[in-house]
């Protein structure tokens, strides 16, 4: 504009004097005399960044179709086209490079893809009255004299309650089954085979090699119980013990050095009552004793 001429005094005027005049943002004027105008044709398309590759994507795409052809065994994966490129033709090639080429054209293998077991679990670990479902855990300690000990625990799902603790020097499968035995005993009045048949109840347990065992699980199922195991990688499933050995560690674990594997026990004997006593949870209404709420509303 300011190498414009005005018709009527022929003289140049700049933007800000003119945008003043008319009372207009200089903005608007930029803005609109800076955008591009607007064509029915379509951009080009983006060219890749980076230096252009001596072999385009299709060329290499034929040379990966050749060598897939070739191949003697069906279902190899990009890791293998290219290294028979890099190693045997002597092509030199990204490996990233081509599992993108065979991406884009649905050339990799479709057996490489993990086929996810059926899951039984619901999204639900909670129960609406006991019995119907324990979870099971353990959590290692150090000791100064002993070395390290395990704590193991089971915790009834309804209500959080802990229904068995072990404390021991060696956690094995038997030590595992410590708890859940005490459970069994506490709430059947025994642990003779078959005693909880007819009640559908689940033990929720990881995939540590204590409750993988036969033993153990040949226990579990001669007790009339269904072992139910969490999903690998997802400790959310087993979510009510973990959470119970959270405030255990908080309240007896860190910060506190342990002699012995008696020292832990006793700590851990201790808590256990105060929690099962006194310990408050927002899903149980604050109840902190609400086992017998539950069985006084049965009764009444």
């Not at 993990?114 to 855990?137: L, S």
């Not at 009834?156 to 859940?180: D, Q, S």
Request: with cysteine; glycine share 8%; aromatic share 12%.
């Amino acid at each position: 504009m300011s190498k414009e001429l005005s018709p009527s005094t022929d003289r140049a005027y700049g933007v800000k004097m003119v945008c003043d005049a008319w009372d207009i943002p200089r903005s608007s004027f930029y803005n609109q005399h800076s955008s591009k105008p607007q064509t029915d044709e379509e951009p080009p398309p983006k060219k890749k960044r980076g230096p252009k590759p001596k072999i385009s994507d299709e060329e290499r795409l034929e040379l990966i179709k050749q060598d897939v052809e070739e191949s003697s065994f069906i279902g190899e994966g990009h890791r293998k086209v290219w290294a028979r490129f890099y190693y045997d033709k002597k092509i030199k090639v990204a490996k990233k490079r081509v599992l993108r080429i065979m991406r884009e054209s649905n050339l990799l293998s479709p057996y490489r893809v993990p086929q996810a077991p059926a899951r039984e679990h619901t999204g639900r670990i909670t129960t609406d009255e006991p019995n119907v479902m324990w979870g099971t855990d353990g959590a290692k300690v150090f000791t100064l004299e002993e070395g390290w000990g395990w704590i193991f625990v089971n915790v009834e799902h309804w209500n959080a309650e802990v229904l068995g603790w072990h404390v021991c020097k060696k956690g094995n499968r038997f030590a595992a089954l410590e708890p859940v035995s005490q459970g069994v005993l506490k709430e059947f009045g025994s642990v003779e085979a078959g005693i909880t048949c007819g009640l559908e109840l689940m033990l929720r347990m990881d995939s540590g090699s204590q409750y993988r065992s036969e033993d153990f699980l040949n226990q579990v199922k001669a007790w009339g119980s269904t072992p139910s195991f969490a999903f690998f990688s997802e400790p959310q499933t087993n979510g009510v013990v973990e959470r119970f050995i959270r405030p255990l560690k908080e309240q007896v674990i860190y910060g506190r050095t342990f002699r012995t594997i008696e020292d832990v026990r006793q700590a851990v004997a201790k808590f256990v009552e105060l929690y099962n006593n006194e310990w408050l949870l927002e899903k149980n209404g604050y109840l902190s004793q609400m086992r017998n709420a539950y069985y006084g509303k049965i009764a009444a």
